[in-house]
């Protein structure tokens, strides 16, 4: 990515005109140098990468302001849940054709992103496709040396928490596509427009960072599934878990269309697209971890334990009776 | 990026087969996290992304490995060019389907490159797409603080280099195209061999880092072109240049087409893909940059001299004739 020099080409002049106001770091350049410098400023440097592809992703009539916010929430996401905080992202961004409107409302959202989470764009790539737009984006964070919280190191007696509310995204994207819930939540704009707002802008948990950090154990961020991500947080720490489905925490709206029937516990559990964090927490630092979340303004919910064990984690129901789950998680292929 | 867990999804198994030999750095984590750590050893870490798409930048009969290595070489130049070493690589990859001969061959190809160039995979994503094959690579390298080479920085009276030979991959992709270069070299198929290898693969410069960062004013790595390259460098420094055109240095094979009358100068030095570095040289460090590249196998020539004012560089004949220039370099759009 680089701004017109003397011959300007249409790609030059597109990034300088859209994308180089948001190359607020200086380690950017302004977009008019081939690499951009990242400073470590004596930590590690924590790197996590997302694509999304429209028709897989998105919607192609997903409003473009929105479609670039999910691109870098997905991702900052990831660096929330690493207990890490934001240094910048990089894009790579594949043009189907050039809609100088489109682009201006993709760059718009943005850049307000990369303000309010203050994580400025660093370099990129734009280039044309015959196919759907992608966009991929890999994004920076900072953490004091070795102080990346991984998904191992979750311990039996780790209290399992989530952040915000689980499943809603899933039920967006169903709204979207005029499916059962839909059909249920007919008559209440207000909870659609909540869903389908959880589906195209998700929330990262960044005002977390720290505390997940200072405290958890083991983290991740609930992206495929929340089911299917726990099943990957024990697996990679070696131990297992126990969940009491009715701690899962779910929205006034996501409650509305259970009870009406739209959709059932376990399809909650295992829809995509949640961005919020899954955490383990040790018994004596929960006071101050909730503290933490308190101050930050996030929400948290202890929802179950980390036992010993390998099996595969239990959703228990109010009668101790377990969820059967016939697909935990989204997969591509 | 993760490896598989309890329940390993058809991604999870994917990556795990395919990708994971190749994480080999411990900031990797064997891509059972959901992100990467990258040190920065006490330097600046270099970044760059470029994103390859089928049908644009590669054919989609070409060999799976040459594409993965052009996919990783055209982000390893850059850092070469900017006085960089590799550190390593993120990978977020857009699949139309599951071939698994495909992707043992893309993965065979990644590693050797990977291997070859101390540049090991971090980390990724992989995502199924309803259109062509996508691949965005995401590449760190590391500086000594402060050391980055700029595009910005060429003084006048530097020599202007470039390395190995130019125009080479433009003929190659007309050779695979089947336009004039592959009807003028249609007897002699080791020629065409040679530049349909310079298209799919090519040779990052990057043994010439040290020397690059230790005495280029400026540099950047080509292509998109040489023409469009250095007026872009020039712009970017605030000079302009004058460039011997029989200095340029061309291969035997294009040399050969260009003498049938198949290929212009015009087109050799203004076509895309070339992945050599120009830079700037000021002339008591001529000797020793010279030296260091002997020594790092790299051959370079000098083309011209930066000189004083912000006119388009001029490309002369050995008349002192300007050579016109329609296009100096590829734009996407």
Same mark, same amino acid.
């Given at each position: 990515?680089?701004?017109?020099?003397?011959?300007?080409?249409?790609?030059?002049?597109? #990034?300088?005109?859209?994308?180089?106001?948001? *190359?607020?770091?200086?380690? *950017?350049?302004?977009?008019?140098?081939?690499?951009?410098?990242?400073?470590?400023?004596?930590?590690?440097?924590?790197?996590?990468?997302?694509?999304?592809?429209?028709?897989?992703?998105?919607?192609?009539?997903?409003?473009?302001?929105? !479609?670039?916010?999910?691109?870098?929430?997905?991702?900052?996401?990831?660096?929330?849940?690493?207990?890490?905080?934001?240094?910048?992202?990089?894009?790579?961004?594949?043009?189907?054709?050039?809609?100088?409107?489109?682009?201006?409302?993709?760059?718009?959202?943005?850049?307000?992103?990369?303000?309010?989470?203050?994580?400025?764009?660093?370099?990129?790539?734009? =280039?044309?496709?015959?196919?759907?737009?992608?966009?991929? !984006?890999?994004?920076?964070?900072? $953490?004091?040396?070795?102080?990346?919280?991984?998904?191992?190191?979750?311990?039996?007696?780790?209290?399992?928490?989530?952040?915000?509310? #689980?499943?809603?995204?899933?039920?967006?994207?169903? #709204?979207?596509?005029?499916?059962? $819930?839909?059909?249920?939540?007919?008559?209440?704009?207000?909870?659609?427009?909540?869903?389908?707002?959880?589906?195209?802008?998700?929330?990262?948990?960044?005002?977390?960072?720290?505390? !997940?950090?200072?405290?958890?154990?083991?983290?991740?961020?609930?992206?495929?599934?929340?089911?299917?991500?726990?099943?990957?947080?024990?697996?990679?720490?070696?131990?297992?878990? $126990?969940?009491?489905?009715?701690? $899962?925490?779910?929205?006034?709206?996501?409650?509305?269309?259970?009870?009406?029937?739209?959709?059932?516990?376990?399809?909650?559990?295992?829809?995509?697209?949640?961005?919020?964090?899954?955490?383990? =927490?040790?018994?004596?630092?929960?006071?101050?971890?909730?503290?933490?979340?308190?101050?930050?303004?996030?929400?948290?919910?202890? !929802?179950?334990? #980390?036992?010993?064990?390998?099996?595969?984690?239990?959703?228990?129901?109010?009668?101790?009776?377990?969820?059967?789950?016939?697909?935990?998680?989204?997969?591509?292929?």
């Amino acid at each position: 990515m680089s701004a017109p020099g003397a011959h300007a080409s249409g790609e030059d002049s597109l #990034i300088a005109r859209y994308f180089k106001p948001l *190359a607020t770091d200086p380690g *950017a350049f302004g977009l008019t140098d081939d690499a951009a410098i990242l400073k470590a400023l004596g930590g590690d440097i924590v790197v996590t990468t997302d694509a999304l592809v429209e028709g897989v992703h998105f919607l192609p009539d997903d409003p473009p302001d929105t !479609i670039a916010q999910k691109a870098l929430r997905v991702n900052l996401s990831d660096l929330a849940a690493k207990g890490a905080d934001p240094a910048g992202f990089v894009l790579a961004l594949a043009l189907p054709k050039v809609d100088e409107a489109w682009l201006a409302d993709f760059a718009r959202g943005l850049g307000a992103d990369a303000t309010s989470f203050g994580c400025p764009l660093l370099g990129g790539d734009t =280039v044309s496709t015959p196919g759907p737009l992608m966009i991929s !984006i890999t994004a920076f964070g900072r $953490v004091p040396p070795g102080k990346m919280v991984h998904r191992s190191g979750a311990k039996p007696g780790d209290q399992v928490v989530v952040t915000g509310t #689980i499943g809603d995204a899933a039920l967006g994207l169903d #709204i979207l596509k005029r499916g059962k $819930v839909a059909a249920a939540l007919a008559g209440d704009a207000l909870s659609r427009e909540l869903l389908v707002g959880r589906y195209r802008v998700p929330q990262p948990r960044n005002a977390l960072a720290s505390a !997940i950090r200072a405290h958890a154990h083991a983290a991740m961020d609930v992206s495929d599934g929340l089911a299917g991500d726990l099943a990957k947080l024990c697996a990679a720490s070696g131990v297992s878990a $126990v969940i009491d489905l009715k701690s $899962v925490p779910l929205s006034p709206a996501a409650s509305k269309a259970l009870a009406a029937g739209a959709v059932g516990l376990a399809e909650i559990v295992s829809g995509g697209d949640d961005y919020e964090v899954l955490c383990a =927490v040790p018994p004596d630092a929960s006071e101050q971890f909730s503290r933490m979340a308190e101050v930050a303004g996030v929400a948290v919910s202890p !929802i179950g334990t #980390i036992i010993a064990g390998e099996s595969a984690p239990k959703w228990l129901d109010e009668e101790g009776k377990e969820l059967p789950l016939a697909h935990t998680s989204y997969s591509h292929f």
